[in-house]
Structure formats: C-alpha cells, structure tokens
C-alpha cells in the first residue's frame, strides 16, 4: 500500500459561480447573461441560479467538508457578487459579510483556503466592453484583485489569480464552445496573453499589499495536458511539442519564469497571429511570478502530424490533429481518457524544467452521468470514483518520492457542482446534492477520501 507524506494535504475544488447560485446577487456574469438568453444551450436548461445553493448552505456544507476529510480547500471570489454597481466599484456590504463569514467559518474548521479570483465567470458589464479581448480589462482586473486582497487578506494566506485561463482563449474565443463562440484563434491568441498580463498586474499589486507578510503566497491555476505523439515517428513527435508549446508552455513559461516562449513567438509570427505587446507590459510580466503552482488534471490529448498539409491554417490545425488510442480506458459519460500515468511526466517536468517550484493538484477528478443508477440505501456507490482516486493519488505519490514537491490534492469536486452547459449531466462531488430538496449526502467515495486524509494510506 503507498503512503503519501504526513504532511500531506488532501482537499476538494470548486467555484463560486457553479456552486452559489443567484441569491443576492446583483450583477449578471458572462454565463448568467447566456443562460437568460439561450437556455436551451445548457443540458436540462438547468441553469445557475441556483446551482448548489451554497450562499445558503456553507456553513452545513463546511461540516460536511470535514466529514469527507478536507484540509485544504480552493473556491473564489465571484466579481459579479462582490459589488452592487459594477461599473463604480460599489462594494456589497452585504456580499462582503458573506464571504467573510464562509472563509471564517473554514478557518475555524481547520480547512486551509486558497482563494481564486477568477474561474471564467467575466461579470457582463465587462463583456460588452471587450472583456479579455480589451487590454482595459487587464486593469480592471488588476483593480478587481487590489479590492479583493484589501478585503479579505487578514483572512486568506493563499491565493490564486484565476482558473485555467486557456479554457476562457479557446472556449469562448478560439472555438465556438461557450457564448459568444466567437471561433477566431487569432484573438483567442491575443485572449491568452491579456490573461497573463492581467495576472501578472494583479500579482504585482499583491506583492505590494504584502509586501511585510512572507505567509502571504499567489499562484495560477493552469490545466496541464500532456500531449502524447502518437509513436516516435519525427513529425508525429514535433506534433506532441506543438500541442505542448501553445496549450500547457505558454501559460507555464510565462507564469513561472516570467517569458513567453521564443518558438511561440516564431510560430505565431508565421501564422500572422501574434498578439501586441509592449516591452513595458513584458518586463511586468518578467518580474511579476507566481510563488507556487497549482495543476488541474483530468486528461491527456493523443496527437499525430496532419494527414493532410494545411501550411495555410491560422490555427493549430496545421501543426497537429487528435489522435485516438485504440487502447485507451475512457469515461465514456466525459469523452475523456483516463490516463494516470501523465501525473509522472507533470511531475518530472516541473521538477526539471520548472525549478522545481512548490505546487499542489488543484483538481483531477471523475464525472459520471445519472449516478442515481448506484443509489442503495441512499448512499451512492461510486466504486469507479474511487479507483479512479486511488489510480491517481499512486502516480502522484511516486512523483513526490521522487522528489516532486507537492503538497496537495484538491478533488473536483467535494460536492456536486452545476458545470457550465453541461449543467448537472456528470456528477464529480464526494457529496451528493439531490437538486429536487438540496439535500446532501456523502457518497462511498466521500468515506475513502476522509480515511485517506487521514491515514495517508492510499
């Protein structure tokens, strides 16, 4: 049986926009706007006003966090629930009061809080002005942030700047995947980098705030997706590097060592497709890095070389294509494969490439649809959560054997979480949220989480 460390933290995930629901609330997000317009979009038209009721609930649903073994915790700030006038930076008093008592409440549980400002949720107000597409936003953000380390700093010592930033350039920008589905890589290229000189704004007004408190630590929360070629064939290799180049190095480059990769850049200059800079905006983004890393994994992505030239493509079409492993062991109900075994490669890379930096898996973890179906006795039976757990938490722990320094699992989720389109169609909590009552219920997995938590026994 493998052990993790002592110290070792195990945790759950989520976001204030998935969970919280509209109560209270004053400002619509990108999202809601959406939802409002087009709900037919969203699977069952299930929405996010109320989601998983949490506003209400989190102060049962911190006990029940504890239930399920949480030491470590990451949820965010939602930007259209903090102020009342968007537009003014009007503060909710009463929003404030919220969020204070929920962080207070986790502390007193002993559950260490990595807050996030951002997971994709750009309140609308800011949309209609460009949103990332609009260097502006990059200082409303940076101000957004300022607030937010000003309010609740006495209670937060972890923080992150925002959530998977390559989903928002390619989702809502890049493809057509979430609204506006714009489908234009060109600007989901310029997306990417606002993102990160946002980032590094908001990190360099936190290095100011605190500059008195070594406690005090920022990171990024970045989706790192191993690329695997399909064999070793030369230009099926030189695939795998561009899928790695554009979706996992150029956040990781940028975010750690503070610098865009010079192949990027060649390779998006050749495309006509660079974003504009300046030599300002780049020495920021040199000397504002984060302090630790957090990585969310789910699964890699199989690529080959192109069977077909496209030299003339403006995207990453013309560098790769997927590549789909006859032998894989897939979640059938996510499309995604289930591939532990990448864990070792994140691990050795940022060990070797990355200095080593401290970091923590933010989230990794299975949706699996109509989980009704493994309700007995009331207690869903989610034997497969658990393998799945457990497949992954041995990987990690070898990582950290040999010499990864990590310091945390965070699953997604600790309870159920509403999931942008997909809405409720996969469950990922450790708790169940029956959506007609609300009433929770700690899963078979919940139990084998709170035993390793404690035990470190995987």
Known sequence: MNKLPKEFLLGGSISGPQTEGWTNKKNDNIFDYWYKNEPSDFFNSIGPDVTSNMFNTYKEDIKLFKKVGLKIFRTTVQWSRLFKNIETWEVDEENVEFYRDYFSELKKADIKVVLNLFHFDIPYFWH?????????????????????????????DSWATMNEPIVVSESFYAHDFWWPKLNNFKKGIQVSYNEILASAKAIKKFKTIFKDDSKKEISIILNLTPAIPKDNEIENVYAAKMKDLFSNRFFLDASIK?????????????????????????????????????????????????????????????FFEQYFWPEAKMNIYRGWEIFPNSISDICKIIKDEYNNIKWFMSENGMGVQDEERFLVDGVVHDDYRIDFIKEHLNFLSKGISEGANCFAYCIWAPIDCWSWANSYKNRYGLIRVDLKDQKRTIKKSGEYFKKVSDTKEI
Request: with cysteine; net charge negative.
């Open 128 to 156: 209609q002005k460009g949103g990332w597409e609009n260097k502006i936003f990059t200082d409303a953000f940076a101000k957004y942030a300022e607030i937010c380390f000003n309010t609740f700093g006495d209670l937060i």
């Open 258 to 318: 503070g610098e865009i990769p010079s192949l990027l850049i060649e390779k998006l200059t050749e495309m006509e497709c660079m974003f504009e800079y300046t030599t300002e905006e780049l020495d920021l983004i040199k000397n504002n890095t984060i302090d630790f890393l957090g990585v969310n994994y789910y699964a890699p992505c199989r690529v080959e070389a192109p069977k077909k030239e496209n030299l003339n493509n403006k995207d990453m079409s013309r």
